[in-house]
């Protein structure tokens, strides 16, 4: 790694929240590396090909640097291209497929341990950001055959899904979304929902495409039912009544949402919520109980992910960076935008 081993700040993701981070400290006078263990903005290169965003263009943005799509909010091709200029733009020094294994204050500087494919290295540094995210760890059913081959807890493209029996478990907008999107592709879609209803947080360009799909029979839905295991060529499902069911699958999408990395923010010394896994944090400065750590974006919201995104998240920078007046700014903005966009 080409970086110095003491380092004013280090932040550790590359994501939209990261970069965000890197441009306050950068704005403030404070220098800092930026690392991710994949590529930058790893977890949007990982949204299914082709994906248009929920948000409008300028709730996206960070930096104040336009971003600008060819329709009404861009995609996911589009989003990449712009966060890797304005990474360039900046100036930011973003080291990928870089991992943060570890940290520890000692003697009042953060020890980070790190490591690349070949390897493992000790930064110290005075602050430490967590923009982490949550899309590497995704909540798991805990039934068996759910670590099959042709299981998967991240929705890739709809094309791989032609002409198959595909089983969605999920009933958000990402789990709705790929049924759509698969029974567009030419496969045979059911989706399989634990609650008896769809929430009133469904996007409303969501709702009456399914709700069709769903009286015509072109998309089976499976209300109030809890999948009880998988096997290389069915789902086992579970009715309210007791009933169970096989379903047909040859690809298997379990959407049910993703959270933190708890056992990585715990070993750091985090104080983690138990019921929410929301971290201690001071909500102005979001530092953590230990000093010199802060959370940045969606890694500090606990469970409850869809409570931090693009949109609100981006001002955490400012809140973590930024003197008093910054700070209010941004949690103005924050509130301003605190609206869900759906998991
Ligand atoms: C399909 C989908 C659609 C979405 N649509 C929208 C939308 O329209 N609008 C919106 O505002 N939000 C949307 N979101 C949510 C949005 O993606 C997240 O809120 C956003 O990515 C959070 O940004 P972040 O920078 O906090 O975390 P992330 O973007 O997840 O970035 C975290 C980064 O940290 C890295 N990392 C993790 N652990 C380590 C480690 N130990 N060491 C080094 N690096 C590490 C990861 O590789 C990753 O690159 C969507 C999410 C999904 C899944």
């Known amino acids: 790694m080409n970086s110095p081993s003491h380092l004013p700040a280090l932040i550790v993701g590359a994501g939209p929240i990261g970069l965000a981070c890197a441009i306050s400290a950068r704005r403030a006078g ?27 263009p300028e709730r996206l943005e960070i930096g104040g640097h336009p971003l600008v799509c060819a329709g009404a909010k861009p995609t996911r091709e589009e989003a990449l291209k712009y966060y890797r200029g304005v990474a360039r733009a900046e100036g930011l020094t973003v080291q990928p497929f870089t991992r943060l294994v570890t940290a520890r204050r000692v003697d009042g500087v953060i020890q980070c341990t790190i490591a690349t494919r070949s390897a493992t290295t000790v930064l110290s ?30 929705f890739d493209e709809p094309h791989l899904t032609s ?23 030419g496969a045979k879609v059911t989706l399989v929902y634990r609650r008896e209803e769809f929430k009133p947080s469904v996007k409303y360009w969501l709702r009456p495409d399914l709700d069709n799909r769903i009286a015509s029979g072109e998309i089976r839905a499976r209300m109030g039912a809890t999948v009880v295991a998988i096997t290389t060529d069915t789902v086992v499902i579970r009715n309210g009544a007791g009933e169970e069911e096989q379903l047909r699958a040859d690809r ?23 019921a929410t896994g929301r971290p201690a944090l001071n909500p102005e400065t979001l ?7 802060y959370l ?48």
């Not at 949550?134 to 759910?146: A, I, Q, R, S, T």
């Not at 530092?287 to 750590?293: C, L």
């Open 296 to 343: 940045a974006g969606s890694a500090g919201a606990g469970r409850n992910t869809s409570e931090v995104f693009i949109e609100n998240g981006r001002y955490d920078g400012e809140k973590i960076f930024g003197d008093a007046g910054r700070r209010r700014d941004a949690e103005a903005r924050y509130q301003a935008h605190s609206r869900p966009v759906g998991e």
């Open 252 to 274: 298997v999408y379990a959407l049910t949402g993703y959270h933190p990395d708890f056992d990585l923010l715990r070993d750091i010394g985090i104080t983690l919520e138990e």
């Open 30 to 56: 404070v220098e800092s590396v930026v690392i991710d263990a994949g590529a930058l903005a790893h977890s949007i290169v990982r949204y299914p090909i082709g994906m248009v965003f929920f948000t409008t």
């Open 125 to 154: 540094g005075d602050r430490l950001v967590l923009a982490t995210g949550y899309f590497d760890h995704p909540n798991m059913l805990g039934v068996p055959g759910e670590s099959l081959a042709h299981v998967s807890h991240w």
């Open 163 to 185: 002409g198959l029996e595909v089983v969605i478990i999920g009933g958000k907008n990402s789990a709705i979304e790929t049924a759509l999107q698969c029974y567009r592709a």
């Open 287 to 293: 530092e953590s109980n230990v000093p010199g750590v």
